[in-house]
């Protein structure tokens, strides 16, 4: 089951195209799997950012942060994974806005295409702003070229489109006057705070989509509450999308910290055992 | 040779040798060790074959208590436990967590007088399926032949295994549908190692899948499919739902969001389900609280507290409403996490958690509380005493204070009725007032016992048998015209 069918990578970010064909066959734009590469391993969501419901197919995009993420990146076409759940969260809401911006940062790049998708299907002018540190470092560019009337780059060494991040491309169409309906987030806590408060003098509806730590991601744990307009929400059942003008930032940085010491334990954990398992085979 | 009944009242309760409390405050292996074999035919001996069975008439599926013990009481142990599994599937699971102490044991005429001498059903029930199970004498279950019909079931808690076991005799192919990468609803994400081994629940679902049942993990119905999926493009004829009471409450007061509150499902999921007690070899986090305060005086309190223990916390403090008599959790549980040096801080609740900079748990200020009017329960009804605060130190917080009803299937069904709550509304025997969908459980009840969740999911296999012949017989007649 949940067979890895392709990979690739491009710098800290892992393609992984995935045998799930049930969930191939329900998901939709905006939602979320929950994943474990193993037994051992810890439930993490990832968006899915494409499927194919001819091949079964789901396909993800992973950015190495610690652990989970890593030992995803290790695993090779031919392997399976421990379990893939989903689809979660309820899907983006899609309808005709009129000029809809997706921001992309990171893992976001991909994430935005099946909504920027949904979008254009749904006779909406799209705007697809996605930003890196520097030109290599973009993905899923041709697929969201064909879904996006324009594609917009943001680098921070300059190397490709406007010097700077998505914000900065968003604030200066807004202070150009060019009429924005919808916009959509998808990136770290952090950019998803920037972009929501450059939105915000211009009062753009905004959705963001929340990535606060999650375990089982059906809404019996709470541990993904997010405060959202002064009321806790449970982001993976509620959201992940929630108005950016109306999120506790400050909160939910502080959450996303939780575990930083653990993640530290385990991630020094395992080098050690990757270097045990070296020398065993002798190659230290 | 058969004793008088003299000399069966003369014998006196067999207690099971349990780890000691300054022992087991720091392992996760279950606390007591169960009966030796000549214990258990000893206690058995106690019981007095009594004509009126008030044992019985306390149990929710009324086992056949007096015979079972009567077995026990001629070595014949795995006799006796295939006998309790007429009546209760999960003997070695309900032996260790029914209240029997309000159920059965509540009823026995030996503990009249006093409660602790009551004969130890549970302890009958927890050792002769035990022995069967250790070994290796579980009994291959006939099953009648398949009828061609096809039945779901969403959740594999205690009633939904119950609905399936009952099913694949009757001769229906049986699919569960499971949203966890592992099967036994709270009997495995909640109740820890230390009071039911995982290794137990596992046994019986492996159990189930040799006779036939399959089960899809990872499958959150009402996201995956809808229950009308189900039925018209995956062609199932009926489908029960049994996936528990789930949603965590918490307290509406300044703080809940802080690092180091969690709801007792995170906690409890986080250390059992992902055995995060074995951190970093199981890669899901736990922070191990220094001071740890739990909310709430039920079964889930007792096991956050104790589990908190047991991860390493310093000290562990219970804060409860109400009154100790009160308390809704088995009075094993209370006994051993009183044992443990688990503190009561009784007629107390938070008013505010504090935290600092970093956005962490510092203490807590609550308010007491003193015995008021009996509510409808006819409970004591607690009242808060003003002005009279207090605060403590504290790194962590476990709420487990109660659940709320999952909406995420009965949004995704809107033809089927649900109370106020959010609860499915069925009738006795489990029929949703959507055609050919049963509930059964928490989902149903609110939060309850592991007994009464069985006793829902044999009603409804009953009541889905019933239905399904009825309209087989009608689609068959029909068919021949
Ligand atoms: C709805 C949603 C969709 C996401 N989609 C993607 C995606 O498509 N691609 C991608 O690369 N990442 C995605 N993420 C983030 C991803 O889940 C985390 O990067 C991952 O869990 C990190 O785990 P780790 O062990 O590798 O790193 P760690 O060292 O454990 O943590 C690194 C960071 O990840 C966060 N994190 C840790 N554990 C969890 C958890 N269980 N749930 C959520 N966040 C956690 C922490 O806040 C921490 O800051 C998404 C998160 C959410 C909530
Ligand atoms: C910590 C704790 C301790 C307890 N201690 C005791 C005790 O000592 N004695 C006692 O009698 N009772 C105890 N209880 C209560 C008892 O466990 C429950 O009443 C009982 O488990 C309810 O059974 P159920 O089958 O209705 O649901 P559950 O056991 O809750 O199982 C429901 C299953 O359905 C799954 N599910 C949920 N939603 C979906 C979905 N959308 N799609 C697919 N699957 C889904 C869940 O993952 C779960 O596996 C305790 C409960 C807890 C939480
Ligand atoms: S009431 Fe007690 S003594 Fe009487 S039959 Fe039941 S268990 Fe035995
Ligand atoms: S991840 Fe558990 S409720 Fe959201």
């Given at each position: 089951m949940y067979e890895v069918l392709e990979r690739s990578e491009i710098f800290n970010v892992h393609k992984m195209v995935i045998k799930a064909p049930e969930i191939a066959n329900s998901i939709n734009a905006g939602q979320f799997v929950i994943i474990m590469g193993s037994e051992y391993s810890e439930r993490i969501p990832l968006t899915v950012s494409d499927w194919n419901t001819d091949t079964g197919t789901i396909t993800l995009y992973i950015l190495e942060a610690g652990i989970s993420t890593l030992e995803l990146a290790r695993m090779k076409v031919g392997d399976s994974l421990y379990a893939v759940t989903g689809p979660l969260g309820i899907p983006s809401e899609i309808k005709h806005y009129g000029t809809v911006v997706l921001g992309g940062g990171c893992y976001g790049i991909g994430g935005i295409y099946p909504t920027a998708r949904a979008c254009k299907e749904a006779g909406n002018k799209v705007i697809a702003i996605i930003e890196a540190r520097y030109s290599p470092m973009f993905y899923h560019e041709k697929e969201l070229h064909a879904v996006s009337d324009q594609v917009l780059y943001a680098t921070v060494d300059g190397s490709r489109g406007r010097k700077g991040k998505v914000e900065d491309v968003v604030t200066e169409m807004l202070e150009k006057g060019i009429k924005i309906d919808q916009a959509f987030f998808m990136g770290c806590a952090e950019m998803l705070e920037r972009c929501s408060e450059a939105t915000r003098p211009y009062a753009i509806p905004t959705k963001v989509a929340l990535n606060s730590i999650m375990l089982d991601g059906s809404g019996m744990c709470g541990a993904c509450r997010v405060s959202v307009g002064g009321e806790t929400r449970f982001a993976c059942v509620d959201g992940p999308e929630f108005d950016g003008h109306k999120v506790d930032w400050k909160e939910l940085h502080k959450r996303k910290r939780a575990y930083a010491e653990q993640e530290i334990v385990v991630y020094q954990s395992y080098s050690h055992e990757c270097l045990s398992e070296k020398k065993l085979r002798g190659e230290l | 040779m058969a004793l008088t009944t003299k000399e069966r009242m003369a014998i006196e309760r067999h207690r099971m040798a349990e780890q000691p409390p300054d022992f087991r405050n720091r392992n996760f292996e279950e606390v007591p060790y169960g009966y030796t074999p000549e214990q258990a035919v000893a206690e058995a001996q106690?019981?007095?074959?009594?004509?009126?069975m008030p044992c019985v008439s306390g149990c929710p599926v009324e086992i056949p208590i007096p015979e079972f013990i009567a077995l026990a009481a001629e070595e014949k142990f795995a006799e006796s436990a295939r006998l309790i599994k007429t009546k209760n599937v999960l003997p070695a699971v309900c032996g260790r967590v029914c209240p029997q102490e309000t159920q059965c044991e509540g009823q026995c005429v030996r503990g009249k007088k006093d409660i602790a001498e009551a004969i130890a059903i549970g302890n009958l029930e927890r050792f002769v399926a035990d022995y069967e199970r250790e070994n290796d004498l579980m009994e291959v279950l006939k099953i009648q032949d398949k009828n061609g019909l096809k039945t779901a079931v969403i959740g594999s808690g205690p009633s939904g295994l119950t609905v399936a076991g009952d099913l694949v005799k009757l001769g229906y192919k049986v699919t569960i549908y499971e949203a966890f990468h592992r099967g036994g609803g709270v009997l495995v994400y909640g109740i820890p190692e230390f009071r039911l081994p995982k290794k137990i629940v596992e046994a019986e679902i492996g159990a189930l899948e040799d006779l036939g049942v399959k089960i899809y993990y990872n499958s959150v119905i009402g996201r995956l499919y809808k229950v009308d999926d189900l039925f018209h493009s995956m062609g199932f004829n009926a489908v029960y739902i049994g996936v528990g009471a789930g949603l965590p409450i918490f307290l509406d007061i300044p703080g809940m969001n802080l690092n180091g509150v969690f709801s007792a499902n995170e906690y409890l999921t986080r250390s059992n389900l992902m055995k995060s007690y074995l951190f970093p070899e199981y890669r899901t986090p736990m922070i191990v609280g220094r001071k740890v305060a739990v909310l709430g005086g039920g079964n889930v309190a007792m096991d956050s507290a104790r589990t908190a223990l047991r991860l390493g916390a310093e000290k562990v403090t219970i804060v409860y409403r109400r009154a100790r008599e009160q308390m809704p959790a088995r009075a094993a549980e209370l006994h051993h996490a009183e044992e443990e040096e688990i503190e009561f801080r009784l007629l107390s609740s938070p008013v505010e958690i504090f935290g600092n900079e970093g956005g962490w748990v510092t203490g807590m200020k609550c308010q007491r509380y003193e015995l008021g009017e009996p509510d409808e329960s006819g409970r004591q009804r607690p009242v808060p005493i003003e002005n009279s605060f207090f605060e403590f130190d504290c790194d962590q917080v476990i709420v487990s204070i109660g659940g709320q009803a999952n909406p995420l299937i009965t949004k995704t069904t809107p033809d089927m009725k649900v109370n106020k709550w959010g609860y499915i509304e069925v009738d006795p025997w489990g029929r949703t007032s959507k055609k050919f969908v049963y509930a059964g459980g928490d989902i149903v009840t609110g939060a309850a016992t592991v007994i009464s969740a069985m006793g829902a999911g044999r009603r409804a296999a009953k009541a889905i048998h019933e239905d399904l012949m009825k309209e087989s017989d009608e689609t068959f007649t029909q068919g021949w015209w």
């Open positions: - | 106690r019981c007095l074959s009594c004509k009126k």
